[in-house]
């Protein structure tokens, strides 16, 4: 089959079409088919033949955009089985065979029924088939093609990022690079010019070029000034087909801003200027302002401005205002126009960001003169000192002259002034001035140690002007006099341990006066000398305004007298010395040895031992526990009975209890105690009632007799036979207890229960130095002697 293409129009076409012919005559084998053919030769054997396509293999071509009436022709197809007489039937199958692409059964021809894209597809693949049309069979294999859709030039260039915005700095070199612009063609690039694209500047010239072929913009034109222009719009177009006739084309807009450099010095408007201030201008404030003008913007517009000289740069002052660029004068110093009438000042201005690159342009700074005029204003009265200070003693009568107060004028005029007294406070009204000479006075009597200050306000007006007025502040210190006598600086509780020693300092005490110092430094202690002289105390002053209470004895009783009270005469050394008499308290207290206080109470006889409140009722608590306890298992003790009788089997080593007691001491009708003291008084000997006894007592009557002549040691023999012959006692050994003690020695009772009426005249005072054990003890005996010395 061959096929057929009428699409190759141009040269170049039909040798592309030449080439894919060839090519696919060669690559595919689409040559002749015919069918196997055997040929016998006599004598040799079966050849077999290979079989061969019987139809051209090649590839289509089809414009795209084909806008005429009648479908486009692609080509035809041909089967050398066909002979021409309609036997041979084509079939077309694949991407967009039946819709975008039909073809004659017949004859083979293809059409194109629909107008082709390529930039949206750019080549089809089809198969192509020839059978037999009556038997259906196919006449030879199928085969593929592809059909090429042919570029056109039907799509022009486009900047997809525009518009553009962009800016470059002023004063730049020419050919700077501003912005790159790309165009793209949707067209094929690999077929003809229809994508190659050219740059070209519409409109921006002669300011700004742009390269043809890479898009890049750059200035045309040295040192662009932003303050000439600052913005400008460029047109760049980007044609296709190189730029030539008939090509299609795009364009965008290129916003381009000039920035600012510091290629501008500050100016001022004028190179002199006068202002106006008036003398009433308070210290601090903005008396004025100037300003030097600068072309550029930004931080390149930034400046400072200074004093450079004058005869006012030590009475005015210069700011920047960093808003508004602008210098701000101020007053250092208050203005007097009696004084000085004008000021001259040089401002400087300057930039204080620099581009080194355009120091030729400058020098960046101005210079302006200020000439400032000083007005005049009517002033307040001004007083000779900023403030007073006066003294007057206290106690002094109403109306004694306290200091004067001078307001002057400070105008031409020299008005008259009044003064007055600014009555905002209560302490203005403990004080009265004299209208016209300033001098003030008390209104009261006043007291140091209540107050020893006052601050009042005086204020002066012009008679003139009454609403012209100036304060001043007077401060009044009250001096002191010695009105007030010493006394003790506080209530002290002196104490006197009961073995104190004479000439003992048992306290130091100190005064206190109301007074300053040059009234009441240096006092004076001593005792009442209208009094008798006091035995028990006496006073030693320290001359360091203070002074030592000593005891005159050796010992003190609380049970005697357990409170003393000791008249202190103290005066101070003011001018006339003031004197004034305290009473001291001075308690008797018992001490320990190291003389620590141990209690000043006399009936307090348990806290002598250093038991506190909380200790005593524990210990009451314990002590009604432990009876508790003990009534408890006596309790329990006679609730529980034992056998009266032990078994003979097992008489050895028991004890029998017996739980009767006694009366005690003092009953003595139950049972005669002298028993125990003399054994000539013993009963009869009775037996236990549990056991039986074998022999007689006859040794025990006996000896009972004779017991009158016979000492101790007899006794224990005589009792120690009796026990070792006693049946009734248990046979291993036993404690025997008697209370026997003999008789009465010659020497006398060593008892002391029957001398305490006695005297002696041994001293107890070593009793002290035995320890706590003997306190007590030696506490009596030492009241003992001390009464009996008494």
Same mark, same amino acid.
């Given at each position: 089959?061959?096929?057929?293409?009428?699409?190759?129009?141009?040269?170049?076409?039909?040798?592309?079409?030449?080439?894919?012919?060839?090519?696919?005559?060669?690559?595919?084998?689409?040559?002749?088919?015919?069918?196997?053919?055997?040929?016998?030769?006599?004598?040799?054997?079966?050849?077999?033949?290979?079989?061969?396509?019987?139809?051209?293999?090649?590839?289509?071509?089809?414009?795209?955009?084909?806008?005429?009436?009648?479908?486009?022709?692609?080509?035809?197809?041909?089967?050398?089985?066909?002979?021409?007489?309609?036997?041979?039937?084509?079939?077309?199958?694949?991407?967009?065979?039946?819709?975008?692409?039909?073809?004659?059964?017949?004859?083979?021809?293809?059409?194109?029924?629909?107008?082709?894209?390529?930039?949206?597809?750019?080549?089809?693949?089809?198969?192509?088939?020839?059978?037999?049309?009556?038997?259906?069979?196919?006449?030879?294999?199928?085969?593929?093609?592809? #059909?090429?859709?042919? %570029?056109? !030039? *039907? &799509?022009? /260039?486009? +900047?997809?990022?525009?518009? =553009?915005?962009?800016? $470059? @700095?002023?004063?730049?070199?020419?050919?700077?690079?501003?912005?790159?612009?790309?165009?793209?063609?949707?067209?094929?690039?690999?077929?003809?010019?229809?994508?190659?694209?050219?740059?070209?500047?519409?409109?921006?010239?002669?300011?700004?070029?742009?390269?043809?072929?890479?898009?890049?913009?750059?200035?045309?034109?040295?040192?662009?000034?932003?303050?000439?222009?600052?913005?400008?719009?460029?047109?760049?177009?980007?044609?296709?087909?190189?730029?030539?006739?008939?090509?299609?084309?795009?364009?965008?807009?290129?916003? #381009?801003?000039?920035? %600012?450099? !510091? *290629? &501008?010095? /500050?100016? +001022?408007?004028?190179?002199? =200027?006068?202002?106006? $201030? @008036?003398?009433?201008?308070?210290?601090?404030?903005?008396?004025?302002?100037?300003?030097?003008?600068?072309?550029?913007?930004?931080?390149?517009?930034?400046?400072?401005?200074?004093?450079?000289?004058?005869?006012?740069?030590?009475?005015?002052?210069?700011?920047?205002?960093?808003?508004?660029?602008?210098?701000?004068?101020?007053?250092?110093?208050?203005?007097?126009?009696?004084?000085?009438?004008?000021?001259?000042?040089?401002?400087?201005?300057?930039?204080?960001?620099?581009?080194?690159?355009?120091?030729?342009?400058?020098?960046?700074?101005?210079?302006?003169?200020?000439?400032?005029?000083?007005?005049?204003?009517?002033?307040?009265?001004?007083?000779?000192?900023?403030?007073?200070?006066?003294?007057?003693?206290?106690?002094?009568?109403?109306?004694?002259?306290?200091?004067?107060?001078?307001?002057?004028?400070?105008?031409?005029?020299?008005?008259?002034?009044?003064?007055?007294?600014?009555?905002?406070?209560?302490?203005?009204?403990?004080?009265?001035?004299?209208?016209?000479?300033?001098?003030?006075?008390?209104?009261?009597?006043?007291?140091?140690?209540?107050?020893?200050?006052?601050?009042?306000?005086?204020?002066?007006?012009?008679?003139?002007?009454?609403?012209?007025?100036?304060?001043?502040?007077?401060?009044?210190?009250?001096?002191?006099?010695?009105?007030?006598?010493?006394?003790?600086?506080?209530?002290?509780?002196?104490?006197?341990?009961?073995?104190?020693?004479?000439?003992?300092?048992?306290?130091?005490?100190?005064?206190?006066?109301?007074?300053?110092?040059?009234?009441?430094?240096?006092?004076?202690?001593?005792?009442?000398?209208?009094?008798?002289?006091?035995?028990?105390?006496?006073?030693?002053?320290?001359?360091?305004?203070?002074?030592?209470?000593?005891?005159?004895?050796?010992?003190?009783?609380?049970?005697?007298?357990?409170?003393?009270?000791?008249?202190?005469?103290?005066?101070?050394?003011?001018?006339?010395?003031?004197?004034?008499?305290?009473?001291?308290?001075?308690?008797?207290?018992?001490?320990?040895?190291?003389?620590?206080?141990?209690?000043?109470?006399?009936?307090?006889?348990?806290?002598?031992?250093?038991?506190?409140?909380?200790?005593?009722?524990?210990?009451?608590?314990?002590?009604?526990?432990?009876?508790?306890?003990?009534?408890?298992?006596?309790?329990?003790?006679?609730?529980?009975?034992?056998?009266?009788?032990?078994?003979?089997?097992?008489?050895?080593?028991?004890?029998?209890?017996?739980?009767?007691?006694?009366?005690?001491?003092?009953?003595?009708?139950?049972?005669?105690?002298?028993?125990?003291?003399?054994?000539?008084?013993?009963?009869?000997?009775?037996?236990?009632?549990?056991?039986?006894?074998?022999?007689?007592?006859?040794?025990?009557?006996?000896?009972?007799?004779?017991?009158?002549?016979?000492?101790?040691?007899?006794?224990?023999?005589?009792?120690?036979?009796?026990?070792?012959?006693?049946?009734?006692?248990?046979?291993?050994?036993?404690?025997?207890?008697?209370?026997?003690?003999?008789?009465?020695?010659?020497?006398?009772?060593?008892?002391?229960?029957?001398?305490?009426?006695?005297?002696?005249?041994?001293?107890?005072?070593?009793?002290?130095?035995?320890?706590?054990?003997?306190?007590?003890?030696?506490?009596?005996?030492?009241?003992?002697?001390?009464?009996?010395?008494?």
């Amino acid at each position: 089959m061959r096929i057929t293409s009428t699409s190759c129009i141009c040269p170049v076409l039909v040798c592309l079409c030449f080439v894919q012919r060839c090519y696919g005559a060669a690559h595919h084998g689409s040559i002749k088919v015919t069918r196997n053919q055997t040929k016998h030769i006599e004598g040799e054997t079966e050849v077999h033949h290979r079989p061969k396509r019987g139809w051209v293999w090649n590839q289509f071509f089809v414009l795209e955009e084909h806008m005429g009436p009648d479908p486009q022709y692609v080509g035809k197809l041909h089967s050398n089985s066909d002979k021409g007489d309609g036997s041979v039937k084509y079939i077309l199958t694949g991407e967009g065979a039946g819709t975008i692409f039909i073809i004659d059964d017949t004859t083979g021809d293809i059409h194109s029924t629909k107008s082709l894209d390529r930039e949206q597809k750019t080549h089809y693949v089809l198969h192509a088939q020839a059978i037999d049309r009556r038997t259906n069979k196919p006449l030879e294999p199928e085969s593929e093609f592809i #059909i090429k859709v042919q %570029d056109i !030039n *039907d &799509n022009a /260039p486009k +900047f997809t990022d525009g518009p =553009y915005i962009v800016t $470059v @700095p002023e004063m730049s070199e020419m050919g700077t690079s501003v912005l790159q612009v790309t165009a793209t063609d949707a067209d094929d690039p690999t077929y003809g010019n229809s994508a190659r694209v050219v740059y070209s500047i519409l409109q921006g010239q002669p300011y700004f070029s742009v390269d043809p072929k890479t898009g890049v913009i750059r200035t045309a034109l040295h040192n662009m000034d932003r303050e000439a222009r600052e913005h400008y719009s460029v047109v760049i177009q980007a044609k296709d087909m190189a730029g030539q006739v008939g090509g299609l084309s795009g364009s965008t807009t290129v916003n #381009i801003t000039l920035t %600012d450099v !510091n *290629d &501008n010095p /500050p100016r +001022f408007p004028q190179k002199h =200027y006068q202002l106006y $201030v @008036p003398e009433s201008a308070q210290v601090g404030s903005a008396v004025g302002k100037i300003k030097a003008n600068d072309a550029d913007t930004g931080s390149n517009a930034d400046m400072k401005y200074t004093i450079i000289n004058g005869d006012g740069s030590g009475v005015f002052s210069i700011s920047t205002d960093k808003e508004t660029r602008e210098g701000i004068i101020s007053l250092k110093k208050p203005l007097n126009y009696e004084k000085k009438k004008s000021y001259t000042l040089n401002i400087e201005g300057a930039n204080t960001h620099l581009d080194f690159r355009f120091s030729h342009l400058g020098p960046f700074k101005d210079v302006t003169m200020l000439k400032i005029i000083v007005g005049d204003v009517d002033e307040p009265p001004l007083f000779t000192m900023p403030s007073y200070v006066m003294e007057v003693y206290e106690n002094a009568k109403i109306g004694t002259a306290v200091g004067t107060v001078t307001a002057q004028d400070p105008d031409t005029a020299n008005s008259l002034v009044r003064y007055f007294i600014d009555r905002n406070t209560e302490e203005d009204r403990y004080f009265t001035i004299d209208a016209n000479t300033g001098t003030i006075k008390t209104a009261k009597i006043f007291d140091r140690e209540e107050t020893p200050w006052y601050n009042i306000t005086v204020a002066a007006s012009e008679i003139d002007n009454p609403e012209l007025v100036s304060h001043v502040q007077v401060g009044v210190r009250i001096l002191d006099i010695n009105d007030n006598p010493p006394e003790l600086a506080r209530e002290y509780d002196a104490v006197v341990c009961e073995n104190a020693k004479p000439g003992q300092v048992i306290q130091t005490i100190t005064a206190t006066d109301k007074d300053n110092s040059a009234n009441g430094a240096r006092f004076h202690f001593s005792l009442d000398e209208g009094l008798s002289l006091n035995p028990n105390f006496t006073l030693r002053d320290n001359e360091d305004n203070t002074a030592s209470i000593l005891t005159r004895r050796r010992r003190y009783s609380r049970t005697t007298q357990d409170t003393y009270y000791l008249p202190v005469l103290i005066s101070d050394g003011g001018v006339p010395p003031l004197s004034s008499s305290s009473t001291l308290t001075i308690r008797v207290c018992a001490c320990e040895k190291d003389g620590r206080v141990r209690t000043c109470h006399a009936e307090a006889f348990l806290s002598s031992a250093g038991l506190s409140t909380g200790a005593l009722i524990a210990i009451l608590l314990c002590v009604v526990i432990l009876l508790a306890i003990v009534v408890l298992f006596i309790t329990l003790r006679r609730s529980k009975k034992e056998p009266l009788i032990i078994s003979e089997e097992d008489v050895r080593e028991n004890v029998v209890t017996y739980d009767d007691e006694g009366g005690g001491e003092e009953d003595t009708e139950a049972f005669d105690i002298t028993a125990l003291r003399n054994p000539s008084a013993a009963e009869e000997l009775k037996y236990r009632r549990d056991v039986r006894p074998e022999v007689k007592p006859v040794l025990r009557h006996h000896a009972s007799s004779s017991l009158d002549s016979i000492d101790v040691q007899e006794f224990i023999k005589q009792r120690l036979a009796e026990a070792d012959l006693d049946p009734s006692v248990p046979p291993y050994d036993s404690l025997q207890t008697y209370a026997y003690e003999g008789h009465r020695s010659e020497a006398g009772s060593i008892s002391s229960l029957d001398s305490a009426t006695t005297h002696s005249d041994q001293d107890y005072n070593y009793l002290g130095d035995w320890g706590p054990e003997f306190k007590k003890l030696a506490e009596l005996y030492g009241e003992i002697e001390s009464e009996r010395t008494t």
